[in-house]
């Protein structure tokens, strides 16, 4: 039996607040982990929490059949922390397992892995998630099935060729059944991502493949859920650039180039919110 997903209808303000509260807990959560591994990468995760939490708890149909369910990609798999956060609030692993990221007791590790209930691919590699996720839309168009598949990816790996490989085949397929997401943080692994290589024409290059592109504040549920409905009515490959801050919510590292951070400063956030 399919649960979730959208109805088009516009979104009511006690549905709005419930996903902003669970955005909120999914947030101070990731901040949370600090206390137990300083290794994560926070501020990639803070840009993606509002992103997840849409679609995990608006749109993603759950189902045991892989050809009549949808999937998920974090292709920015440096982003696990939020992505557990949320699997957290929606249920499929306990809260307690947050406190034993990349533990050897425990079950979740630095990038998302299979074996992790809610993840539907092992990713960390960047540049991947695109193909793949291609190669799952294809497989659920050739089976004749109604399964979506959100992919979820950073600026920065735009810089992967793997991706400028998988775009064009994604047209060629006519894959209306694919939505991807490219974060636009503003930062990659090094420096800002003006800094490293230029990115402002990506929109152009995505549109002129035939991707159809369409922008959102990747923070606001409203702006999300409006460009997502949108989405899911075109009847060919879409891409979404959602606009985010690195470290959103956390202004110790917020919209900066700081990945990561200290229990003392999650100590202090956490008092203070």
């Given amino acids: 039996m399919e649960k979730g997903g959208s109805d088009g209808t516009p979104i009511s303000l006690e549905e709005l607040n419930k996903l902003k509260s669970i955005a909120e807990r999914a947030r101070k959560n990731v901040i949370r982990m600090l206390f137990y591994d300083q290794t994560i990468h926070v501020g990639s995760s803070l840009s993606s929490i509002e992103i997840l939490t849409t679609l995990f708890f608006k749109y993603l149909r759950e189902g045991k059949d892989p050809i009549n369910r949808d999937w998920l990609i974090l292709s920015k798999g440096h982003a696990a922390p939020a992505l557990y956060a949320v699997l957290a609030e929606k249920g499929y692993i306990s809260e307690d397992e947050l406190w034993k990221i ?8 630095g ?16 540049g991947q998630g695109l193909s793949f996720g ?34 064009t085949h994604a047209v060629t397929r006519k894959l209306d059944n694919l939505v991807a997401f490219i974060e636009l943080n503003g930062y990659q692994l090094d420096d800002s991502t003006s800094n490293v290589k230029p990115k402002e024409f990506l929109p152009d290059v995505w549109k002129s493949v035939g991707w159809k592109t369409l922008n959102c504040d990747g923070h606001d549920f409203v702006s999300l ?8 009515k075109v009847k060919a490959p879409v891409v ?15 919209n900066s180039k700081r990945q990561r951070s200290s229990p003392d400063d999650a100590r202090k956030f956490l008092l203070n919110s």
């Fill in 134 to 167: 291609i190669g799952v839309a294809q497989g659920i168009k050739m089976k004749g099935g109604t399964g979506r598949v959100f992919v979820i990816m950073g600026d920065g790996e735009q810089d992967e060729g793997e991706i400028w490989e998988a775009m």
């Fill in 102 to 109: 990349q533990d050897i007791s425990g079950l979740l590790q």
């Fill in 225 to 232: 859920i409006n460009t997502i409905d949108e989405a899911l």
């Fill in 240 to 254: 979404i650039f959602a606009k985010t801050l690195r470290g959103k919510g956390f202004p110790v590292i917020e």
């Fill in 111 to 126: 990038h998302p892995e299979i074996f992790i209930p809610g993840v539907d691919m092992a990713t960390g590699s960047l």
